[in-house]
């Protein structure tokens, strides 16, 4: 496999960039006055204006050669179809097979993918409308609450994420929380005010071998046994979202309770199937399904759209025209929603996890740079806290603004407030303000300097009519697929997460030396052997 630096493609953009990094974006709008309609695509209900970025028709020109160099079509059928395209797992990755719709088939490595996935969902939302209706009822009769999700990495932010932005869909009484971190006082704290009778634990976890999960979910089995008094509220109380049965049953979770899914679904990649149970049950079937439909309409434009409209593709090459020909290091993601508090986090797994990778799929290293750092906050508290490095900084943070035409409820005109900002925002970080305009106004010639704005800095603005189960699905599809073009690009496995392991098994080596009374002999390193000690003395008992 030839390394995508040494194509002409990326030659010819490396030349065309050195050509258009003087030229401010307030020039290449005055040189273009179509450019924003041209710029403009629309997928699904997801409506992109990208003419805020530092490109022409030319670089897209040369950003698409450089996606069909890569093979981009191609790897883009290899995976709808299946293919092991995660080598060093040798897997296929299909979850895009989760939101197929009903009656259309898919059959990989002799698994009827569709009928399995069909199944599980029309179990969970069997299950849920249980839950929802009161027939499930807990232990001693009464019907369930809350529901506390305990699982962590993709087996947690999916759907806490989604059941935070979708919260007002949630329309049968029963709250979600969310346990994830080993630290007790997650678990301490989520359990304090709970009334044990109405509440339902679903363990979630892939592997259902997570040293966080299973320990918390230990704790919460011995809350509630305590609580109720008897062993035999537990299978009540508990159901499990996993592939492995054997380790649910081991851990006493009937398994005609458990919700299953298979290798081929990512962690990152897995809540609009079953580890979107806790969601399902806040929400209901008919939203969940709601929602794949969204992920659908999205995986259908990325399937078929010509890159030069493609939504996801466009979105992906502007990544990689900033990380490997601007030397831009991160991507901010900044919701105009409170309700999508938790989205950068989501997309920090997804996407980091994904592409944080320095080998290429055939395990030579990569040339070029992999992985923006993905990372943000909801305006417009954004704004009174880290947008001033974005505005004046010395750094180039491309960002995407996500906004919603309708709230779910407004008040006093604070929606119409909410969206001035966001697009306010765009414009002054494209167009800034010189010294002149600045000068103008008024201000002292000491000041001026202080008070320019450079500008020239690019974002992508991403309207939609209203946050609803469906455009959750297809934000979120659109950042899937986002980086799959970037691993595409990069030649890497954006499906595997090695680098995650050794730190797990370190701590496990590491736990004994912790709380054994002998003076710790296997440190790793000196530094960490004197943190040990350090450790111990602090430690009360
Ligand atoms: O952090 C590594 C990881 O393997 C993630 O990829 C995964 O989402 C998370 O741990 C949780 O894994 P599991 O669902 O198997 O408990």
Redesign the pocket.
Known sequence: MADITEAPEWSALAEHQAALATRHLRDLFADDPGRVGRMTVTAGDLHLDYSKHRVTGETLGLLVALAERAGLRERIAAMFSGEHINVSEDRAVLHTALRLPPGEALTVDGQDVAGDVHAVLDKMAEFSGRVRSGEWTGFTGKPIRTVVNI?????DLGPAMAYEALRDFADAGIACRFVSNIDPADIVGTLADLDPERTLFVI????F??LE?LTNAKVARQWLVERLGDDKAVSRHFVAVSTNAERVADFGIDTGNMFGFWDWVG??YSFDGAIGLSLMIAIGGEAFREMLAGFREIDEHFRTAPFEANMPVLMGLLGVWYTDFFGAQTRAVLPYSQRLSRFPAYLQQLTM?SNGKSVRADGAPVVAQTGEIFWGEPGTNGQHAFYQLLHQGTRLVPADFIGFAEPFADREGMHDLLTANLLAQTSALAFGKTAEEIAAEGAPAAVVPHKVMPGNRPTSTILVPRLTPKTLGELVALYEHIVFVEGTIWGIDSFD?WG?ELGKVMAMDLAPALTSAEPPSEAPDPSTAALVRTYREWRRR
Request: glycine fraction near 30%; proline fraction near 0%.
């Open positions: 699982g962590i990495g993709g087996s979630s976890s892939k592997t071998g997570t999960t962690g990152r996890e997460q995650v």
